[in-house]
């Protein structure tokens, strides 16, 4: 298994938000999340090859080329071939066949109905989400993306990422539907490419050209925070070897814990290329940061390629996030040049842009980075921006145990956690004037350290003097 070289860089908390911390070296893995075994509808040619089982798969897997990591995310219902003990089986084969610094493997699900409202893979839960009767350790209602959301905010490190997104879907995320919190905490990415999903060709040399960019451009331009990642969609025994395209993920270590971590915040690429190596930097923060300063951005990119492959263009784009209008391209590379640098002048203390780079190759292959998003600062204190109410969750509510408060903070906050009871008077307080990450954030309430008896309660956060409530019904 081929270790490519390393990138020094300011090391990132787990939400994404760049944070003064010791140094850390960064690699670059190269695998793909998204393929399928016979527990769902995949190994299609299972009576030619007899490989069947999640765990064979990963065996196939690891000895493809420039292929660090695979993620098996079978379909999680029954007219797919999903059973419920399966999933946990593919869990323990996964854990089983990983080997710390050689190759890991990932076990997830594929969750919804094409038909539906689209398919999303679902990483980081353990149990299998599902709606149908007697097939899921969770129930999450057929069609209802906003649970599904729900569930995985309740599970630190947990994620989803679009897969081959069509217009309407999620219920029209990408379109005329509001801005959501709660998807925004719980979606990392969308792909730039999917499949080829149905390839038999073990040769590397199927092309993959499908595009879905716009859907990633959609996201960014109406406020989420995705990245961009490269899908194969494998149903038959091809993993690694169909495409050369990959999704390039940089963190610290080849292990489970790091992979996810990373792609949790959005430290991934798409590329066409099966080695080539981006790094792209803001104020030394790596992609997928959520970034914060006084001084102006300083961005810069550049590509290495171990093959040589030259260069067609390369280019940095600018987008305002909220603002339903797409990224712009801001500098291009000189000539046919494989490095770039920035100084950003245009955006105003007070504003947030996002940047992301686009890279081509000679010979076509298209490389799209994660994008990073920077707010410039007022350095005069009192002129802050004004604070934007925070989407708070709580749930089940009514509740009849423990519950769960879930919100996600678009930057880092001073914040205030209480829960009142039904004349204002205080029960908990839970957070005061903390200072907390960017991201999504969930704790328990119920529990033994935080009991609450039968009756009406109101949840209130203040966050960098925002205020959102939620009334909370316990009831036995």
């Not at 066949?97 to 969750?111: P, S």
Request: net charge neutral.
């Amino acid at each position: 298994m081929k270790k490519t070289s390393t990138l020094l860089l300011a090391a990132c908390c787990w939400a994404g938000v760049a944070r003064a911390q010791a140094p850390q070296t960064l690699n670059y893995y190269y695998g793909n999340l998204h393929a399928h075994s016979a527990y769902s509808d995949g190994n299609k040619d299972e009576s030619k090859n007899h490989f069947r089982t999640p765990g064979q798969n990963f065996g196939f897997a690891s000895a493809s080329q420039h292929f660090d990591f695979l993620g098996i995310s079978e379909h999680n219902h029954a007219t797919a071939g999903m059973a419920r003990a399966n999933y946990a089986k593919g869990l323990r084969q996964a854990d089983s066949v990983t080997v710390d610094g050689k190759f890991v493997a990932l076990y997830g699900m594929e969750w919804g109905t094409i038909s539906g409202g689209g398919h999303l893979l679902v990483y980081g839960v353990d149990q299998l989400l599902n709606w149908e009767s007697g097939n899921y350790d969770v129930y999450v209602p057929k069609n209802d993306y906003q649970a599904l959301f729900r569930q995985i905010n309740k599970r630190p490190g947990a994620f989803a990422t679009l897969a081959h997104p069509s217009s309407g879907d999620y219920g029209n995320l990408a379109g005329s539907a509001p801005f959501s919190a709660r998807a925004d905490s719980a979606v990392v990415g969308t792909v730039m490419r999917s499949g080829p999903a149905m390839s038999t060709n073990i040769s590397y040399l199927d092309p993959s050209r499908s595009s879905y960019e716009s859907t990633f451009q959609k996201l960014l331009a109406k406020g989420y925070h995705v990245g961009i990642s490269l899908d194969h969609d494998n149903h038959y025994t091809t993993f690694g070897r169909n495409t050369p395209g990959r999704l390039v993920v940089l963190a610290p270590e080849l292990t489970k814990a790091s992979l996810l971590e990373a792609v949790r915040a959005r430290r991934f690429y798409a590329s066409d290329d099966w080695n080539a190596e981006v790094r792209f930097q803001l104020n030394e923060q790596p992609m997928g940061n959520i970034v914060q300063g006084e001084q102006a951005a300083a961005i810069s990119v550049s590509v290495t390629d171990s093959d040589g492959e030259a260069l067609k263009s390369l280019t940095l784009l600018r987008g305002t996030p909220g603002s339903g209008q797409l990224a712009t391209v801001v500098a291009t590379a000189p000539g046919l040049g494989s490095t770039l640098s920035y100084t950003e002048t245009t955006v105003q203390p007070g504003e947030t842009a996002y940047y992301y780079a686009v890279i081509t190759q000679a010979d076509g292959d298209r490389i799209v980075t994660s994008p990073i998003w920077y707010t410039r600062m007022l350095a005069t204190a009192g002129h802050a921006p004004q604070a934007v109410a925070a989407q708070l969750d709580v749930y089940p509510n009514p509740g009849a145990g423990p519950v769960s408060v879930s919100y996600f903070l678009a930057t880092p906050a001073a914040v205030t956690l209480e829960v009142l009871d039904a004349v204002g008077r205080p029960v908990y307080r839970l957070a005061s004037d903390e200072r907390q990450s960017a991201g999504p954030h969930t704790l328990q309430l119920g529990t033994d350290e935080t009991p609450l008896e039968n009756g009406l309660y109101i949840v209130r956060l203040v966050q960098n003097g925002a205020s959102s409530y939620r009334r909370l019904l316990i009831a036995r």
